[in-house]
């Protein structure tokens, strides 16, 4: 059965790299059996339309703490999971909250699910042109904001906290370049940026996303549910290990979050009590120190994907707290769309589910290279230092584009 937004493709699109989150045990053999498409502003309800999607043709997912390790198959094929991405977009729109200025990559769908089974051989990684007649070239940045722009942006944000509107908003700015040639080697470049956890890259028809996001979003494996939330940035030096580690603004914007991300899982039906397994653990990114905690619990009941993307998405790092009032800011305040960043994107198996939330994340249209930075903001934020910090984050981003 076909949902709206899901057609069939027994052709494979082009494999410029590994997706995201895929099994290491069958890297390069990935035959696109059928795709589920979703872009803002079409019908249904997303959650439950890939949902349908995904459970019809044999990959179940109304039951996530409950499945189990056993390949499926459909046609000839066995399957061997799903490459699932879920914008920022998408996101608000399954927790209810308000979406803001659209897309300025609106070729990519906001939901877009690729369900793969093995090919009988390994399929070669190959270039998006098939051999670019141009070398790749970047052309200057253009910033969707000057650094006034986005420091009376983290002002305007200051002044909804002391009103008691918010108690943290994650401000978000984007910057596009133009290209020449072939991406697809600057792409990988950015999947195997230092910290990536869920380094690669996802193809679409006339697209193409590249992640190095080292945070979890969301992870369902044993009958487990697990988030990574990351809070906190300092350059990877001794020194700014020491401030990170001493920071109370940091810190207690790191705390405010874990709170929300615990309560995001206790929303979960058939959850057991939630724990933090891990609080304010420093690791290194691409040459920056982030603070890391880890928050789970074990799911006791029926868990669906619906449920699952409903209460973690947006992911609350990125968003703020309270949520839903954080996003009214957002939706506000960032003059252009967050598109590829600041979603989840990630595998779905038979038996496990892993999503990384898509900071350090690019997106290629054809035309230009789009990429994404910011930081959260609290009471204490001081303006100039988090233009800096988001520039620090996108830094070794452009580099990784440039061939540096």
């Known amino acids: 059965m076909l949902h709206a937004g899901a057609v069939v493709d027994h052709s494979p699109l082009p494999p410029i790299g590994r997706p995201p989150g895929a099994p290491a045990d069958c890297q390069a053999r990935h035959l696109v059996l059928s795709v589920f498409r979703w872009h803002r502003g079409d019908p249904g309800d997303p959650a439950e339309l890939l949902s349908g999607f995904l459970d019809d043709n ?3 997912v109304r039951n996530l703490g409950r499945t189990g390790d056993k390949k499926q198959t459909i046609g000839d094929g066995t399957i061997c999971g799903a490459a699932l991405y879920v914008s920022a977009d998408a996101g608000s729109v399954m927790a209810g909250g308000v979406i803001g200025a659209r897309s300025p990559v609106p070729g990519i769908p906001d939901v877009y699910a690729v369900l793969y089974g093995h090919a009988s051989d390994v399929m070669p990684i190959k270039d998006i042109s098939g051999g670019a007649v141009q070398p790749w070239s970047l052309g200057p940045w253009r910033d969707s904001w000057t650094r006034a722009e986005h ?18 908003v994650n401000m978000v700015g984007h910057a596009s370049a133009g290209y020449t040639g072939d991406p697809a080697p600057a792409l990988r470049r950015i999947a195997a940026l230092s910290g ?37 940035t300092r350059p990877a030096t001794a020194e700014g290990r020491r401030e990170l580690l001493a920071s109370a603004k940091e810190r207690a914007e790191h705390v405010m979050i874990v709170d929300l991300e615990r309560n ?63 996003l009214a800011q957002i939706a506000a ?30 997106a290629v249209d054809g035309h230009r290279v789009h990429a994404w930075a910011g930081g959260g903001i609290t009471a204490d934020s001081d303006p100039d230092a988090e233009v800096d910090e988001a520039a620090a984050k996108a830094g070794p981003l452009r580099a990784a584009l440039r061939g540096r």
């Open 264 to 326: 995001d899982l206790a929303r979960l039906p058939g959850t057991g009590p939630v724990r933090v397994d891990e609080l304010f653990a420093v690791r290194e990114w691409s040459g920056l120190w982030q603070a890391e905690s880890v928050v789970s619990a074990d799911l006791d009941g029926d868990v669906g994907l619906a449920d699952l993307l409903r209460a973690v998405c947006p992911g609350g790092s990125v968003t703020g707290a309270p949520k839903l009032a954080a």
């Open 333 to 362: 305040l960032e003059p252009v769309g967050r598109g590829v960043s600041m979603g989840g994107l990630g595998w779905i198996g038979p038996g496990h589910l892993d999503l990384g939330l898509t900071i350090r994340t690019v």
């Open 196 to 232: 990536a956890r869920y380094g690669g890259v996802l193809t679409g028809e006339g697209w193409a996303v590249a992640t190095a996001s080292p945070e979890t979003l969301v992870e369902v494996r044993d009958g487990r549910v697990v988030t990574r939330p990351i809070k906190g």
């Open 151 to 168: 420091a009376h942006a983290v002002e305007q944000v200051r002044a909804a906290i002391g009103r008691g509107d918010v108690y943290q």
């Open 58 to 60: 044999g990959l179940p």
